[in-house]
């Protein structure tokens, strides 16, 4: 998939068209989809992702350059294209943009209250701002939340549980990626106190950054990748460094490198974003459109990784994962 992929629209949809005269409109000519990606536009994952969008979108009726067109953009966890690819995609008059991260999202938000919004994997989508409440967004955003704020406390759980001497835990992301980290960081110290163990905030942004993070931490500690896009980019860097400073690391990202992830299934959440999108091009409005929580989730166990570290995981564990990497 090509960063600037452009596929030439016939009669664009005005930006500034109230929502109502817009669900008004019946699709008689191409319409258009503005994506902005929040990860790394050559990531296999990534690719991965896009291609389940599409072929969501290909079943429900829109073939590309028959009936719609789709300009993609891809922030690759940095914000600053994050605004400035908002800023295009605004521009360029699209009937609906679906947008996936928090920091991406909020990109986009600041560029259009008008042109309709589909998200996927968000963060607290209420306290950031961008819908009134789940049940009724009221806006013109809606779409898909990533994880709710308890699944810090289940980071915490699964990493006592595999590596049960340790005594400080790490959250670790980057605040301008993650501008919700309070949102899963009061819910896992609450966590670290319950287990005994004292919580660490890690604060990073560059690669720099995370590899200070594990070189500073001590034996007897572990850490947690927070969910975000900065993190999701740099997550091989990650992994390797966790390796090489020997430190157990539980990742809020679905990935096969870290000791172990659990994460919802964001295949899945962008597939079930592509049915929002088709109710919008539709004449569907996203004030209308409750915003949906994740249904699957995908437990990540890497044996590799876990022998190297000199750490032994359960039978019970083990039978509860969806994937194991030996």
């Given amino acids: 998939m090509k960063r600037r992929e452009f596929i030439t629209l016939v009669g664009g949809a005005a930006a500034t068209w109230p ?17 902005l990606i929040g990860f790394a536009e ?26 719609v067109a789709i300009d993609f953009r891809y922030g690759a966890g940095d914000a600053d294209k994050n605004r400035a690819f908002a800023k295009e995609l605004v521009s360029l008059n699209p009937d609906v943009i679906f947008v996936n991260s928090t920091s991406a999202t909020a990109a986009v938000q600041r560029e259009t209250t008008i042109i309709p919004v589909v998200f996927a994997t968000v963060s607290d989508p209420v306290g950031s701002g961008f819908v009134a409440s789940l049940a009724r967004p009221g806006g013109n955003m809606t779409g898909f939340v990533n994880v709710e704020a308890s699944i810090a406390g289940k980071w915490l759980g699964l990493l006592k549980e595999l590596a049960p001497g340790i005594k400080r835990a790490g959250l670790m992301y980057n605040p301008t990626t993650a501008t919700y980290f309070e949102y899963y960081l009061k819910p896992f110290e609450a966590a670290a106190e319950a287990a005994g163990v004292k919580s660490i905030s890690l604060r990073v942004g560059d690669s720099a950054e995370i590899e200070q993070a594990f070189a500073t931490r001590e034996r007897d500690d572990g850490m947690v990748l ?5 993190l999701t980019v ?15 690391v539980v990742s809020g ?9 659990y994460a919802p299934d964001t295949d899945d959440l962008f ?24 249904t699957k989730f995908e437990l990540i166990i890497n044996l590799k990784t876990a022998k190297a570290l000199g750490l032994t995981v359960s039978q019970t564990l083990l039978a509860e994962a969806d994937e194991v990497i030996e």
């Fill in 42 to 67: 050559h990531d296999p994952a990534t690719q991965r992702r896009v291609a389940a969008f599409l072929k969501r979108l290909a079943d429900l009726g829109w073939t590309l350059n028959r009936n």
């Fill in 271 to 294: 597939r079930r974003s592509a049915a929002y999108v088709d109710r919008i091009l539709r004449g569907a409005s996203p004030a209308d459109l409750p915003v949906q929580l994740p």
């Fill in 234 to 248: 740099n997550s091989a860097f990650a992994n390797e460094k966790a390796l090489q400073f020997r430190i157990p």
């Fill in 253 to 261: 990202i679905s990935q096969s490198g870290s000791l172990i992830s």
């Fill in 19 to 35: 929502l109502a005269a817009r669900a008004q409109q019946a699709p008689k000519r191409m319409l258009r989809v503005g994506a």
């Fill in 226 to 230: 927070m969910s975000d896009p900065f």
